[in-house]
């Protein structure tokens, strides 16, 4: 909740929330400064509102057993989209983010906005029959979308590479509620990954973390202090325009030159490996039965599970070039966890372990002070859940 102070039911709802299991009275009397009776009161209102539930007895200390409290799952119900270049995501969460379902597709040059809005509120209504869940029961739609975003006002402004037109200034959380009548909330993808993979880790939480996503641009999101760093103006992106080679070429005419998208990106493996087969210093067109133009990720990818040469090189250098850039945000912002995710992560286990072995090379005060990488537990989930836990963030409660 940005805009106002969280009230003394919102604090209690959050902690049994954020617990992601049972937590006791008394655990709850150590982490807020609220007097028994209170906290007692406060108890007994979201217990009887079906916010949450007594579900039992801890083991008792010497007096008697503890009551425990969880949140009440099914108390209502959110959405969470991811709108994503290479593909969208639609999820139907309970309150504790479990997932009732996931139905995913491609963007393909047809998804235009309009057509977006039109399909997933058609998937909405039937996922909503297909569960018995009646439309009041949904709290709100979460939204995860690549950037740059005017989040205060739910809209979507310049994104580069979709695959279909119209992607320019789109209204898209209007769009939404005019369409389904559910209220809906607009962030940007790496920060709800961030938020989706703090949120659903069963490991202790992690107040200072870094989330870089890898894949056709490079995204980014920081967590300081448990909450989400946002900048002044939305600049996901802007990872991908850290220089890491002063003489090096740009990706395209408003990027960097030597910017790290340059040299590890979708875009930029695709052509590497073009300029190769022009030369003559690959033989993907033969092998593959492609013409150079239509060499694009699929076919790097069956030529990197092959072990072509000059591509399984391409990756290994976009991981070192990737390592450096994870190096420079460790340095300046020193997180505890550093969670990568992405297309290029998961394109091999050497990619990964690549560039979290350059990064940690490169991290000042190593080996004294060392980050933890991971690839989080919710993969390519994780934006969508996010979108979820940014509705849940924002229930109110008098």
Same mark, same amino acid.
């Given at each position: 909740?940005?805009?106002?102070?969280?009230?003394? +039911?919102?604090?209690?709802?959050?902690?049994?929330?954020?617990?992601?299991?049972?937590?006791?009275?008394?655990?709850? @009397?150590?982490?807020?400064?609220?007097?028994?009776?209170?906290?007692?009161?406060? @108890?007994?209102?979201?217990?009887?509102?079906?916010?949450?539930?007594?579900?039992?007895?801890?083991?008792?200390?010497?007096?008697?057993?503890?009551?425990?409290?969880?949140?009440?799952?099914?108390?209502?119900?959110?959405?969470?989209?991811?709108?994503?270049?290479?593909?969208?995501?639609?999820?139907?969460?309970?309150?504790?983010?479990?997932? +009732?379902?996931?139905?995913?597709?491609?963007?393909?040059?047809?998804?235009?906005?309009?057509?977006?809005?039109?399909?997933?509120?058609?998937?909405?209504?039937?996922?909503? +029959?297909?569960?018995?869940?009646?439309?009041?029961?949904?709290?709100?739609?979460?939204?995860? /979308?690549?950037?740059?975003?005017?989040?205060?006002?739910?809209?979507?402004?310049?994104?580069?590479?979709?695959?279909?037109?119209?992607?320019?200034?789109?209204?898209?959380?209007?769009?939404?509620?005019?369409?389904?009548?559910?209220?809906?909330?607009?962030?940007?993808?790496?920060?709800?990954?961030?938020?989706?993979?703090?949120?659903?880790?069963?490991?202790?939480?992690?107040?200072?973390?870094?989330?870089?996503?890898?894949?056709?641009?490079?995204?980014?999101?920081?967590?300081?202090?448990?909450?989400?760093?946002?900048?002044?103006?939305?600049?996901?992106?802007?990872?991908?325009?850290?220089?890491?080679?002063?003489?090096?070429?740009?990706?395209?005419?408003?990027?960097?030159?030597?910017?790290?998208?340059?040299?590890?990106?979708?875009?930029?493996?695709?052509?590497?490996?073009?300029?190769?087969?022009?030369?003559?210093?690959?033989?993907?067109?033969?092998?593959?039965?492609?013409?150079?133009?239509?060499?694009?990720?699929?076919?790097?990818?069956?030529?990197?599970?092959?072990?072509?040469?000059?591509? +399984?090189?391409?990756?290994?250098?976009?991981?070192?070039?990737?390592?450096?850039?994870?190096?420079?945000?460790?340095?300046?912002?020193?997180?505890?966890?550093?969670? @990568?995710?992405?297309?290029?992560?998961?394109?091999?286990?050497?990619?990964?372990?690549?560039?979290?072995?350059?990064?940690?090379?490169?991290?000042?005060?190593?080996?004294?002070?060392?980050?933890?990488?991971?690839?989080?537990?919710?993969?390519?989930?994780?934006?969508?859940?996010? /979108? /979820?836990?940014?509705?849940?963030?924002? @229930?109110?409660?008098?």
């Amino acid at each position: 909740m940005e805009s106002r102070v969280a009230t003394p +039911k919102e604090r209690i709802y959050a902690r049994i929330a954020e617990s992601g299991g049972t937590i006791s009275k008394a655990e709850l @009397l150590a982490a807020d400064q609220l007097t028994n009776s209170t906290l007692t009161r406060l @108890l007994d209102d979201l217990v009887a509102d079906g916010l949450i539930i007594e579900t039992g007895f801890g083991p008792s200390s010497g007096g008697r057993k503890p009551i425990l409290y969880r949140i009440n799952p099914d108390y209502r119900y959110i959405f969470g989209l991811e709108i994503s270049r290479f593909s969208s995501t639609l999820g139907l969460f309970d309150m504790a983010l479990n997932p +009732k379902s996931l139905v995913r597709w491609w963007m393909d040059e047809t998804m235009k906005p309009e057509a977006l809005v039109a399909h997933a509120a058609g998937l909405m209504k039937r996922l909503l +029959k297909d569960h018995g869940i009646r439309a009041e029961q949904i709290l709100g739609i979460g939204i995860g /979308a690549v950037g740059p975003l005017d989040r205060s006002h739910g809209i979507i402004l310049r994104p580069l590479y979709f695959a279909a037109e119209g992607w320019t200034d789109v209204p898209i959380c209007q769009m939404f509620e005019q369409a389904t009548g559910h209220p809906a909330i607009l962030e940007n993808g790496a920060n709800t990954a961030l938020m989706g993979e703090i949120g659903a880790s069963h490991e202790p939480r992690s107040e200072h973390a870094l989330y870089v996503h890898a894949g056709i641009s490079l995204r980014a999101a920081m967590m300081t202090n448990g909450r989400i760093v946002h900048g002044k103006y939305d600049t996901e992106g802007s990872i991908g325009q850290m220089i890491v080679h002063s003489d090096g070429p740009r990706l395209h005419e408003n990027g960097n030159y030597g910017a790290l998208e340059a040299f590890c990106s979708v875009p930029a493996l695709e052509r590497e490996a073009r300029m190769n087969a022009k030369r003559g210093s690959s033989s993907l067109c033969e092998r593959y039965g492609v013409s150079q133009e239509r060499i694009n990720y699929e076919v790097l990818l069956k030529a990197l599970n092959d072990d072509e040469p000059t591509v +399984k090189q391409s990756f290994q250098q976009a991981a070192t070039y990737l390592g450096i850039g994870l190096a420079n945000l460790i340095n300046l912002y020193h997180p505890e966890l550093v969670l @990568l995710g992405g297309v290029l992560m998961n394109s091999s286990p050497d990619f990964y372990r690549i560039a979290t072995e350059t990064a940690l090379g490169n991290t000042y005060y190593a080996p004294d002070y060392a980050p933890r990488f991971s690839k989080g537990s919710l993969a390519e989930d994780a934006v969508v859940t996010g /979108a /979820a836990l940014n509705v849940r963030h924002r @229930l109110e409660i008098g």
